[in-house]
């Protein structure tokens, strides 16, 4: 077993300021030897990516500074040259670990590359696809569906017939948010920025109302037409001065569950500015989170089954936005800056 | 009893642009006739005004537009030429309602005046002095401590050793907050506008440290200096750049109680900008709030009986800063927007 595996990764060719763009990335080809990982007690796992997750708040990482890159270590920042780790499903192609065998399907934090040298297992589990496609473990039954579930249902904890705004309502977390809502019995709006979006939020997934923010020159006068009894949930993806425009028409005890802040991470200039008059008259909270709070046995047990029961039965619609092969990953990043994905953004690596 | 009582108030000229000034206000005299007040069944009280609280609140109800006078009943409109309604202690002259005598000492919305007409007797409630001078039901066992008590403890929810940041902490409500988490046992750090009530706080009320945030040419830098181990509880009276600033250096799961927004009352273009990437990352909840909501006797009971018996231990300092007279309301509030009052400020309108 002396073989050489030859290995694409796309790396950084330097830190990103703004929005990223194609030319900020490259590929770089290296052979991977498997001789010293085949090795028992090597504890090292080589796995071949086949599906892999691409996010917004990466590009956090990839900036000179971020507050994020002082937290936990998938936020670190990102060197120039070196792998990008991310969120992924893959299969085992060799195992020093004894949790792991050779075509083991497996999933957690991999790379933006076409095989990864796993160091630590701890980042991986075995995969069960329970039937459904591998690619919804990334999405609807893996970060982005329980970001939405635990994001709505644990920090937001909706009433039944509560209003409830969701923006990027067609991303891959703002699409089930709005679902989730809707089948628990909420009234949902959701923004997008652009009509076909619009049209598949109001007529695929069934959300009450649906608007283009691009088309609004007043964000608060819109959303007081959208919402003229108040917002009750505002689940916010963009920060800026859609998060000023919502907490501008919250309710009383209203709660605005921060998420992402998409217009903030390229554009440092912009920055939320909710009025905090509103925020202590009507005793609104305002709460951030991380889906890594969310990931213990007993939510994404409950998460895992309340959405492959909706699937199963046909009342939640899948959004996915497919790729295919590791070279168009920078394109697949730099189209979540500008609008270009529907649903959640996945690049294709490998069949099997 | 064809009594008239002649009666002195505050009113506002016209609506307040920027910070109040003193020729925003005048006085008024008037003749209040007791005749029809003292008939059983008009239940209607006259009540002598002692003690009336001054809180920059108000503020808001004088503006043009704020959002707060969408609110509750307190934080309406103020109208020219009518009485301003606020906080205070009193004792009543005649009655006209069964459950109010003459000479009862009462709390409960009162007037910026010497005297004023209740009709709406749900507004006042008997006062029980407990042995305590009477302006300490006004402040420190009155709506700023438990402002100061139901925010720290009920939002807050600090636990032992942990760091706290007021701000305004030689204010009515901050110097309590200061207080509270100093005797639970927390490590807390206030920031004032003047030296000697940086000394204050430090050597008369136990503060661990505390700094002059207008000798402050970075905040954010000097709130890094103050908690080199960062903040767990930031309760915000003053909103603006202090709110981002300690935004910036909040511990994960951290807490922001906003309590009041003082720089953004009387100045609209300053508005608090925290970082909405911090408050994800960490985890930071930012929660409004309003006293009212711990008014219900569960909360006062508990609030009361803490609290007086810090008072009788001598384990908790009352600060208060009292004119006399109903012409200095005006000053007095005023004062609170440039600095000048320490502590709770009243205005003594008369002894008995």
Same mark, same amino acid.
Request: aromatic residues 10%; hydrophobic residues 40%; contains cysteine.
């Given at each position: ?145 329980? @970001?939405?579930?635990?994001? =709505?249902?644990?920090?937001? $904890? ?6 409830? +705004? /969701? %923006? *990027?309502? &067609? ?113 609104? @909270?305002?709460?951030?989170? =991380?889906?890594?709070?969310? $990931? ?6 409950? +998460? /895992? %089954? *309340?959405? &492959? ?44």
């Amino acid at each position: 077993m002396g073989e050489i595996i030859c290995n694409k990764f796309i790396t950084l060719k330097h830190d990103i300021e703004g929005a990223p763009k194609e030319e900020d990335f490259e590929v770089i080809t290296t052979n991977i030897s498997i001789s010293s990982i085949v090795k028992q007690g090597s504890n090292i796992v080589l796995v071949k990516c086949l599906d892999v997750s691409i996010d917004p708040y990466q590009v956090n990482r990839m900036k000179s500074y971020s507050p994020s890159q002082n937290s936990i270590i998938p936020a670190s920042k990102l060197v120039h040259g070196e792998e990008i780790d991310g969120n992924g499903i893959g299969k085992v192609v060799v195992s020093g670990h004894p949790e792991f065998r050779k075509d083991d399907l497996v999933t957690g934090r991999l790379s933006w590359a076409q095989y990864v040298v796993v160091e630590d297992v701890k980042l991986l589990r075995k995969l069960y696809a329970m039937g459904f496609p591998l690619s919804y473990h990334l999405g609807i039954l893996g970060v982005s569906g329980l @970001t939405a579930y635990a994001g =709505l249902f644990k920090l937001g $904890k909706p009433k039944k017939g509560e209003r409830i +705004f /969701v %923006s *990027t309502a &067609s991303g891959s977390v703002g699409n089930l948010v709005g679902q989730y809502a809707k089948l628990f019995g909420c009234y949902v709006i959701g923004c997008a920025g652009t009509t076909d979006k619009v049209a598949l939020l109001k007529e695929k997934l069934g959300f009450d109302d649906a608007f283009n923010y691009k088309e609004e020159s007043d964000l608060k006068v819109a959303l007081q037409r959208y919402f003229p009894e108040g917002i009750d949930i505002y689940f916010d993806n963009v920060g800026g001065e859609m998060l000023e425009a919502a907490v501008a028409n919250m309710n009383t005890y209203g709660r605005v569950i921060i998420c992402g802040v998409i217009s903030e991470y390229t554009d440092p200039k912009r920055r939320a500015a909710p009025d905090m008059i509103n925020v202590i008259y009507k005793r609104i @909270t305002i709460q951030g989170f =991380l889906v890594s709070d969310y $990931k213990d046995e007993d939510n994404f047990t409950e +998460f /895992v %089954s *309340t959405t &492959s029961k909706y699937l199963n039965a046909g009342q939640i619609q899948v959004l996915e936005d497919i790729s295919i092969g590791v070279e168009s990953i920078p394109s697949a990043f730099v189209g979540l800056f500008c609008g270009r994905n529907v649903g959640k953004t996945i690049v294709k690596i490998a069949d099997d």
